[in-house]
């Protein structure tokens, strides 16, 4: 009888420390999931006001897209037929973002990659797009 004694008192030492450390990988873990906001998007006009297939060699383009989490940081990459191009953006409390003031100009005609990176997590990116350049 007195090891099943023992075995119980072992048992109410455990459960409280079980049931603290749950609660405290619930607290942590949930923020993680918490600043990641679904479905972020990216999308390029030129400031001249043409999107998608109407875009051209020597316009300026403007990256903007939502979905990402609010008030942080962005990193917008951009691979063009010559080069890699990058920029950091801030987005609002609503997690949207804008490169309006970066000033790209698409030298060349081809296609192009840009790819939008949380500054939580730079090892894949949260969205993407490629696009033509006429």
């Known amino acids: 009888m007195k090891p099943f004694v023992l075995k119980r008192d072992l048992l109410k030492q455990l459960i409280p420390v079980a049931v603290v450390a749950t609660v405290a990988a619930v607290l942590l873990v949930s923020p993680a999931f918490a600043a990641k906001r679904q479905s972020a998007w990216v999308t390029v006009n030129s400031t001249s006001g043409a999107a998608g297939t109407n875009l051209v060699a020597g316009n300026n ?35 949207c973002f804008s490169t309006s003031s ?17 500054s939580s997590d730079h090892r894949s990116p949260s969205a993407s797009s490629t696009f033509s350049v006429g």
């Open 61 to 95: 383009l403007m990256f903007s897209g939502c979905g990402y989490a609010a008030s942080s940081d962005v990193s917008v990459v951009v691979n063009s037929p010559y080069a890699m191009s990058f920029t950091g953006a801030t987005t609002d409390s609503s997690g």
């Open 102 to 118: 970066w000033g790209y100009t698409a030298l060349m005609a081809g296609s192009y990659t840009v790819k939008i990176y949380q």
